[in-house]
């Protein structure tokens, strides 16, 4: 029986013909976004038992797209495999069909020797990433569904341990309509001591005049947006471009948004997501908060930038090391007042790895002294 189940599991996942038993209590499957931009769409395959506990010896999930609008990699479209953990066999197939309506993505993980992992119904994994890379330079929609749920051509199914049913997923919740930006990549807003520094990335441009930056009080409801200045495009360009705003005029401590409307020379307008900053006057404890982007990609030439808060008027320290405590760079020595800061770290010349952040500081009106201590993984 073993070796049946086995082969069951090899056949299903190449999509070969086979026999298929009667369907056994069922687990939902849901497709849902995780991110859409210029360079990838992201989806993730969550899989939720309807009963308490559920003991999984094999698992498979198939998504249909649209092989027109994007493309698959067979090495990086599927990610993030929940098994792989706990040392499962990898069966996927992420090009199992491309250039052909539909294109075919599938997942796929099994036990190595029919043994069986637990999941819980209230904690149901995601069983992997899927990634698709947009063919086009141009914002878009695109659907996403699960294919071949069904014991006829099973694609996506999952083995209950020592059940010899293979079992199809119910109720199953596919995406409509998902919208992927493919000029805004990026956009973030972090305080920098008394101000709020704003970046945003573009991945191609067509006919853009630039963008209008506005805020409002996000404590206030249906609070006006407030322009606060306005940044000249690049018009038309394939490649990215980076741009950073400061706003140094806050009325105060709070809860603030900000968006950009990004104008053509057409006169047409294109509104951004809000994100949200919680702005303080001066921070009330020396803290690392975080690093963005953490992981860092040694290949991107991409700046880490750390960012932490001072309680008072400081000589500060920040820090690299690797985790043998020696010294990597030193990205920041200042006397500085209260407030948060961001320094920038640009890995160049080193293995990838997990490096430590640190920062010291000591207080030029009271002594007091701080040590924080912060991971920061950088990646090929």
Known sequence: MNMLRRLLVVLLVTGMPTVMWAQSPVASLELYPISGGATEVRIGARMTPQTTVLNLEAVSVAVAYDYTLFSVDAVTSIQNRHFEQYGWEDGSAPEFQTNKAPGICVYG?????????????????????????????????????????????????????????????????????????????????????????????TQTETGNHGFHVQRRDARTVDADWFTLGFVEGAGDTKLERQYLYFDRDLPGAGVYAYRLVQEDYDGGRHISDEVHVDYSAAPLQYALRHSYPNPVSLGSGD???????????SRVRVTVSNLLGQPVALIASHELDAGSYTAAWRPLDIPAGTYIVSLAAESLESGQSALRHMRLQVVR
């Open 109 to 201: 993980e099994y036990h190595p020797n029919f043994g069986s992992q637990a999941i819980f119904r209230g904690l149901p994994p995601t069983l992997c990433e899927f990634v698709f890379y947009p063919r086009s330079g141009t914002p878009g929609t695109a659907d996403f569904t699960v294919y071949a749920n069904n014991p006829t051509s099973a694609l996506t199914y999952y083995f209950e341990h020592q059940v010899s049913t293979q079992m199809n997923y119910a109720p199953v919740t596919n995406i409509t309509g998902m919208y992927y930006p493919v000029e805004l990549s990026t956009f973030t807003a972090t305080q920098q001591g008394q101000a709020v520094g704003l970046r945003w990335v």
């Open 303 to 313: 700046a880490a930038q750390v960012v932490y808060d001072l309680a008072e008027r």
